[in-house]
């Protein structure tokens, strides 16, 4: 009895892993893609004039 569930604990624990494996390859694979869409995303979103150094305060840096 003892011994079933044991197995049926590790076969989830083997199942999770292989399913978070198959996870981490579809974002490896397909990361370009995802890059591309997300900065497609800051464009629409920023209307175009955004830079990424919109954040800092120049006239500070100038002092």
């Keep these: 009895m ?3 569930s044991t197995w049926r604990f ?3 624990i083997v199942g ?5 494996a198959g ?3 579809l974002l490896v694979g397909f990361w ?3 890059a591309e869409d997300a900065a497609a995303v800051k464009g629409r979103l920023c209307g ?3 830079s990424e ?3 800092y305060d ?3 840096l100038c002092e």
Excluded: H
């Design 53 to 55: 150094f919109d954040d």
């Design 48 to 50: 175009g004039n955004c």
């Design 16 to 20: 999770l892993s292989l399913a978070a």
């Design 32 to 34: 370009d893609k995802l």
């Design 58 to 60: 120049d006239d500070l």
């Design 23 to 25: 996870l981490i390859c």
């Design 2 to 4: 003892k011994s079933s």
């Design 10 to 12: 590790v076969l989830k």
